[in-house]
């Protein structure tokens, strides 16, 4: 049978300050897989949106920064424009979706 050192067994807090404790050897795993703070790529990574998210604030990130990823997608469709004439774009956007 196998013996782990007292260590390897031990009960922690998540290392990415989620609410769970895990076992010090398990620990690896549960960050890699199912961590709701694991940062991941948002959707508009494709379009240019550089900056990952914790697993469990991806629904939130997505409402909260819906004109920043419009601007993003703008930007990647008009790439001469300035930015001004974006945000300009933007509104109009807005203004037929209402």
């Known amino acids: 049978m196998m013996q782990y050192a ?14 769970d404790t895990i076992m010090r050897r398990e620990m690896d795993r549960h960050c890699i897989t199912v961590c709701p703070m694991k940062l991941v790529s948002c959707p508009f990574y494709a379009v240019g ?3 990952p998210v914790p697993r469990c604030k991806l629904e939130q990130h997505h409402s909260d920064d819906l004109h920043s ?30």
């Open 6 to 19: 007292p260590s390897r067994i031990k009960i922690i807090p998540c290392e990415q300050n989620c609410t």
């Open 49 to 51: 949106w550089q900056f």
């Open 69 to 98: 990823h419009m601007l993003v997608v703008l930007q990647s469709i008009h790439k001469e424009a300035s930015m001004e004439d974006l945000e300009r774009r933007l509104e109009q956007l807005k203004e037929v979706s209402v």
